[in-house]
């Protein structure tokens, strides 16, 4: 496709389950961006991926959430053991790293833990 | 932490008016970005300043860039009803390729 693409748009799990978002990058970009949006606030960042490099994990707010990219392109953001405090809108972006540059965002991932 | 803030957090203005945002960092950067958000879903690049500009021009949207004070600024001129949004800055830090939000304006532009 040509842009971010993101799925589920949205997703309600119950307490205590396990949920995978899906982030598939702009074809050809090498950084990937995963951003947490609770309601009314601004972007939390979780987790950035750069070619091969190791993941910059600083972002992550606990050990229960992990991301993994796949052969460079397809990320995805686990987060296991899910708490109410989780819901947000996750929202994941890619770019070019070469050069001052404009990240893409897909339309999130809108997780709602009951 | 390093993200921005914005202020003011709300701005509500009348239509053709102009609206400014401010956006203040803490870290060195390489750039900073401006960003829109409609309905909490995916966000738009609006424009991208260099740390060695000062001002940047695209249609209706004047930037500013004050780096020996950490902040930024975003016009929006001669308003219109669909620019009612968030706006969001960004800063890509010069120690990495990270982009930094802030905690976004809320634009609301009455008709």
């Known amino acids: 496709g040509a842009g971010v693409s993101q799925s589920p748009s949205n997703k309600v799990t119950e307490k205590g389950k396990d949920v995978e978002l899906r982030c598939d990058p702009i074809s050809g970009h090498t950084a990937l961006y995963w951003y947490r949006q609770s309601l009314g606030q601004g972007l939390e960042f979780l987790i950035y991926f750069q070619g091969n490099s190791a993941p910059d994990k600083s972002g992550l707010p606990s050990d229960r959430f992990s991301a993994e990219r796949t052969g460079g392109s397809v990320s995805t953001l686990t987060i296991q053991r899910t708490q109410q405090e989780d819901s947000a809108v996750y929202l994941c972006?890619?770019?070019?790293?070469?050069?001052?540059?404009?990240?893409?965002f897909g339309q999130g991932t809108r997780l709602t833990v009951v | 932490s390093q993200q921005g803030e914005e202020d003011p957090q709300a701005l509500s203005i009348q239509e053709g008016e102009n609206a400014t945002m401010n956006c203040s960092y803490k870290t060195s950067i390489n750039n900073l970005q401006w960003y829109r958000q409609n309905s909490g879903r995916g966000l738009v690049h609006l424009i991208l300043?260099?740390?060695?500009?000062r001002e940047k021009h695209s249609g209706r949207l004047r930037v500013t860039l004050d780096t020996s004070k950490k902040s930024s600024s975003l016009l929006i001129t001669a308003s219109r009803a669909a620019d009612t949004a968030s706006y969001f800055c960004?800063?890509?830090?010069?120690?990495?390729?990270?982009?930094?939000f802030g905690t976004g304006t809320s634009l609301t532009v009455i008709p």
């Open positions: 960004a800063t890509e830090p010069n120690t990495g390729n990270q982009f930094y």
């Open positions: 972006a890619s770019s070019f790293v070469m050069g001052p540059t404009e990240a893409f």
């Open positions: 300043i260099r740390s060695n500009e």
